[in-house]
């Protein structure tokens, strides 16, 4: 993929806590939700997006659950149709980061830059969806973090991999989770796949903004609301994608200019890998379930990622609304 060199990227909508030891006051809350690996958890104060365990947490709960034996949401008709630590209040420190990311030329040679180019352009996105149909978009700024951080849902942690708590409304996302992905898992670190990823969680943040988190229960299970809200995300991330290179930012330039099909094979095959079918027999060593899917099989995520840019429409991502989830 491209970046174009002029384009101005804000660093606004980032919150770098990595040198600051993510010692941050935060409000308390509840979300509701699932994630891009994890279990889907309700009103408690676990996130969303995420899930209360990210990919590294549901590959330890399938483990967990097939070797002990253990174990209908409705969402808005179509995209706009019609624990918190409470120690020092530590200063963020992102000034590095605002200094070393300034435009698209800085994005396409430093991948904390790139991070914050494609959440740039996914809440540009976004932004303009909403207007277009009279709604005012709220951004949700991303928290790059190391090791551990407070949030709104309770503490996240880097097994979480990145998930997104409606509590407070943020992305949380520990950077070293890419080289995870791709050592651990056996799947891609490449900066589409990134942006991908990022795409998934804020599309959960699309989800809350329009109330469809708050229907979906705890209940797991193939055609469960928790699937349906992932597959929804992954089908938002497609969306996305389809108008990334023809959406502008603040400066009125795109900031992404090329997204070639090597890229979309890259979060593609991140896809695959991320399915519960495939977590449950090639990472976890086990028979598949399919009464403990909580975020869609690996065809299913593939499919509605797909649906998602083929079609450029968010109302295409109505997972709720169909029987065949693929």
């Known amino acids: ?8 990227l804000d660093t606004s909508q980032v919150q770098d806590r990595r040198r600051s030891g993510g010692r941050v006051t935060v409000p308390t809350g509840g979300g509701s939700g699932g994630g891009f690996g994890g279990m889907p958890s309700g009103k408690g104060g676990l996130a969303v997006g995420g899930g209360a365990l990210g990919i590294i947490g549901i590959i330890v709960f399938v483990i967990l659950s097939m070797v002990s034996g ?12 019609g624990l918190a630590d409470s120690g020092s209040n530590s200063s963020l420190d992102s000034g590095q980061l605002a200094s070393s990311c300034r435009t698209g030329a800085d994005a396409a040679t430093n991948e904390d830059c790139a991070n914050v180019a494609f ?8 932004s303009d969806t909403f207007a277009a149909s009279g709604v005012t978009y709220r951004p949700a700024t991303t928290v790059f973090y190391s090791g551990q951080t407070p949030t709104g ?19 949380y996302v520990d ?5 995870e992905l791709k050592n651990r898992f056996g799947g891609n670190d490449a900066p589409f796949t990134q942006a991908y ?63 070639s099909q090597t890229d979309l094979n890259n979060a593609l095959q991140t896809a695959g890998i991320i399915g519960d079918d495939y977590i449950q027999s090639e990472l976890a060593g086990q028979r598949v379930d399919p009464s403990q899917f909580s975020h869609g099989t690996s065809a299913q995520r ?12 968010p109302q295409a991502c109505n997972t709720f609304e169909t029987n065949d989830l693929g």
């Open 197 to 259: 990823v990022l795409a998934h969680e804020y599309g959960h943040h699309v989800q809350n903004l329009l109330g469809t988190s708050d229907r979906v229960g705890n209940a797991v299970g193939a055609t469960s609301g928790a699937v349906r809200l992932e597959l929804q995300a992954d089908c938002y991330a497609g969306v996305w994608a389809n108008h990334a290179t023809s959406t502008p930012g603040a400066d009125g330039q795109v900031l992404i200019t090329d997204i």
């Open 70 to 81: 253990g174990g209908g949401a409705s969402s808005s008709p179509g995209l706009l149709q």
């Open 175 to 179: 950077l070293t989770f890419w080289e």
């Open 153 to 171: 849902c309770g503490p996240g942690d880097k097994g979480m991999g990145p998930f997104y708590c409606p509590a407070d409304q943020r992305v």
């Open 302 to 313: 593939q499919k509605w990622f797909t649906t998602g840019y083929q079609t450029g429409q």
């Open 1 to 8: 993929m491209k970046f174009n060199p002029n384009a101005r």
């Open 119 to 126: 959440i740039n352009s996914i809440q540009d996105y976004w």
